[in-house]
């Protein structure tokens, strides 16, 4: 074959495709970030889909409810629209209630960033079996909450707690803990118990600080405290943020008092201290006890307008004396 042979065979149309070239690949090219764009939907879809059916259909429900009358029962329920919110508005109830909320999370969320703080620095120097010290603080914050208030109850039963045993030992006589005006120390106490889940996320944050920041500070002649205030503060205080509006919201909804209530002496009734009946309890007793649910959804409704509105002011007072090693408003 010769060579003018051979170039006419090479030019000849393809017989799949009619051309020379090779078969094109079939079907639409999907780009990469349209790629990117599926698999994020994909993986977040069992969260969104939890998200919407557990949590948005649940608030819309109770958000129409706090405009009726509804019991939970009885289909002679009706629209009062507003009622509910203007009763909340004059009761005395709610607005004590809602006050000692507000203490209790003034009082109990620094007392808890400061102990788990405390907690952090104590566990995170080279000390001898550190993990095994660090497993056993955090213990605590892994028990569920009811088994929590159930063992508290136990230990400060007025007739057969360990603590009345303890002080009975020594001749003092037996205290009333669950009672006023000490209930709202064991409360107290029930949230420092379970610091150890403020101290993990401080720790985080303690081995997050630059060593040479420190080494810096101590050739400098800064003590140890010098040095914890000026740098290891600032430079922590995004975790503190985090801490304080977190802390904030979970004091607030608390429902420990309930399970360290003691029971009646008349049928077994539940009743909760003075000190204790927080916000979360008198929801609770609207809710299942005086079955208004409407009453009740209309004051769950105002806690997650107060919750928003304290969250905004925390951010907008804090945001001068909080430390960001990357500027969050930067644009990428």
Partial sequence: MTVDQISSVADRPSAATGTGRAPATAGPRISMTARRHRAFYMFTSPWIIGFLLLT???????????????DGISPNWKYVGLGNYRELLNDPVTWDALGRA????????????????ALAVLVNRPLKARGLFRTLLYLPAVVPPVGAGLAFKLLFDQNSGASNGVLT?????????????????????????AAGNVMIISLAGLQDVPRELHEAARIDGASAWR????????????????????GMIASVQTIMPLLLAPLGDTGGV??????????????????????????????????????????????????????????PEAKK
């Fill in 270 to 327: 539940t009743t909760v201290p003075q000190s204790n009946y927080l916000y979360m309890m008198h929801v609770f007793a609207q809710y299942f006890a005086l079955g208004r649910y409407g009453y009740a959804s209309a004051l769950l409704w105002v806690l997650f307008v107060l919750i928003l509105v304290v969250t905004g002011l925390i951010f907008k007072f804090t945001s001068g004396a909080v430390f960001y090693n990357v500027d």
């Fill in 102 to 117: 507000g203490l209790f999370a003034v009082t109990s969320v620094p007392l808890s960033i400061i102990a788990g703080l």
């Fill in 169 to 193: 030992f020594f001749g003092i006589d037996a205290v009333g803990w669950l009672a006023d005006p000490y209930a709202r120390y064991v409360l107290l106490m029930t949230v420092l118990w």
């Fill in 56 to 70: 948005v259909t649940p608030m819309v429900y109770a958000l129409w409810l706090s405009f009726t009358t509804f």
């Fill in 227 to 246: 040095t914890f205030r000026s740098i290891t503060v600032p430079l922590l205080s995004p975790v503190l943020l985090f801490q304080t509006v977190t």
